[in-house]
C-alpha cells in the first residue's frame, strides 16, 4: 500500500490549485471560508482569479458575543452584513446566500440543489468546501455541505445527471477540503494573513469580539497552522494553507487518494 500511495503521486499527479480560473468557496456557515481558506481566497483574487463565496446557513444560531436580546433573525441579518464586509476585505465581490437555517433546520435536498445551481449557474473550475471525513467533526452543517460539495463536484460534469438536480452541467475539475487533517496541497499565503486575520477579526464580531478568548484562540490556531503548512510544503515564508485536493480521477478510481 505504501508503494501505490507513493507511485500514485507520479501517475496520476495532481495540478497545482492557483493554476485554474474560477474558484467557488463554499461555507456552512459565515466565517467558516474565511477560518477554513481566507488567506487563498485572497491570494486567488489577487492573482485575477474569478472567486466567489456561497454561504449556506444564516448563522442565526451562532454562539457570539451579539447584544442580550438580539433576536435569531436579527443576528442572521448581522451575520449577512459581516460576511458582505469580511469578503470585500479579502477582494471577494461576488457573494451568493442560500438562506438555509442554521442548525441543520432544513432539507439536505434543499441544500442540495442550492448547492447545484449555484455551480450550474458559475462554471467553477474548483469547488472548496469543509472535509466531511474528518472524524472529530460533529456540526451537522459542516458535515451536510462537506458531503453535498463533493456529490455535485464529482458529478458535475454529466448533463444527464445534473439534471437530476435541475440545474446544467459545468467543468468542475477539482475539489480542495478545508478544514482537513489530512492536507496533500499547500498554497504559499505569505502576505495574505494579515488580511485572513482582518476578515475574521474585524469583521465577524458577532462571533469572535475583540479581547475575547474566542479571537485569541482562533488567532494562535491561524498562526501556528501556517506555519505547520509552511514547513511541511519547505516555504521558508512560513506561510501556508492546506487543502485536501481531489481532481475528477481521484475522486472514484483512486482508493489511495483518500489515505
Known amino acids: 500500500m505504501g508503494l501505490t500511495r507513493f507511485a500514485l503521486r507520479f501517475a496520476?499527479?495532481?495540478?497545482?490549485?492557483?493554476?485554474?480560473e474560477r474558484y467557488l468557496f463554499i461555507g456552512p456557515h459565515p466565517d467558516d471560508i474565511e477560518?477554513?481558506?481566507?488567506?487563498?481566497?485572497?491570494?486567488?483574487?489577487?492573482?485575477?482569479?474569478?472567486?466567489?463565496?456561497?454561504?449556506?446557513?444564516?448563522?442565526?444560531?451562532?454562539?457570539?458575543?451579539?447584544?442580550?436580546?438580539?433576536?435569531?433573525?436579527?443576528?442572521?441579518?448581522?451575520?449577512r452584513a459581516e460576511s458582505l464586509r469580511s469578503a470585500a476585505i479579502l477582494g471577494v465581490q461576488d457573494v451568493r446566500f442560500l438562506n438555509l437555517q442554521d442548525g441543520a433546520g432544513y432539507d439536505v435536498h434543499d441544500l442540495l440543489l442550492g448547492i447545484?445551481?449555484?455551480?450550474?449557474?458559475?462554471?467553477?473550475?474548483?469547488?472548496?468546501?469543509?472535509?466531511?471525513?474528518?472524524?472529530?467533526?460533529?456540526?451537522?452543517?459542516?458535515?451536510?455541505?462537506?458531503?453535498?460539495?463533493?456529490?455535485?463536484?464529482?458529478?458535475?460534469?454529466?448533463?444527464?445527471?445534473?439534471?437530476?438536480?435541475?440545474?446544467?452541467?459545468?467543468?468542475?475539475?477539482?475539489?480542495?477540503?478545508?478544514?482537513?487533517?489530512?492536507?496533500?496541497?499547500?498554497?504559499?499565503?505569505?502576505?495574505?494573513?494579515?488580511?485572513?486575520?482582518?476578515?475574521?477579526?474585524?469583521?465577524?464580531?458577532?462571533?469572535?469580539?475583540?479581547g475575547s478568548q474566542e479571537a485569541a484562540s482562533i488567532r494562535t490556531y491561524l498562526k501556528l497552522r501556517s506555519v505547520d503548512f509552511a514547513l511541511r510544503s519547505f516555504n521558508l515564508r512560513f506561510s501556508s494553507e492546506g487543502f485536501r485536493m481531489l481532481d475528477q480521477l481521484h475522486m472514484h478510481c483512486l482508493p489511495e487518494a483518500g489515505l
Request: hydrophobic letters at 40%.
Open 35 to 79: 477560518i477554513g481558506a481566507g488567506a487563498t481566497a485572497a491570494k486567488l483574487v489577487s492573482l485575477g482569479k474569478q472567486v466567489t463565496f456561497l454561504i449556506c446557513t444564516d448563522g442565526r444560531f451562532g454562539l457570539g458575543s451579539a447584544p442580550a436580546g438580539t433576536t435569531p433573525d436579527q443576528l442572521a441579518e448581522m451575520r
Open 12 to 20: 496520476a499527479p495532481l495540478p497545482r490549485i492557483e493554476s485554474f
Open 116 to 210: 447545484a445551481g449555484t455551480v450550474a449557474r458559475l462554471q467553477p473550475d474548483v469547488i472548496f468546501a469543509p472535509d466531511p471525513c474528518v472524524s472529530s467533526e460533529c456540526h451537522q452543517d459542516h458535515l451536510n455541505v462537506g458531503m453535498v460539495a463533493r456529490q455535485i463536484a464529482c458529478f458535475a460534469p454529466y448533463g444527464e445527471i445534473m439534471q437530476q438536480y435541475q440545474a446544467a452541467k459545468a467543468p468542475v475539475k477539482a475539489l480542495c477540503y478545508y478544514m482537513t487533517a489530512r492536507p496533500n496541497r499547500m498554497v504559499n499565503t505569505a502576505g495574505f494573513l494579515d488580511k485572513q486575520f482582518s476578515s475574521i477579526f474585524d469583521c465577524h464580531l458577532s462571533q469572535y469580539p475583540k
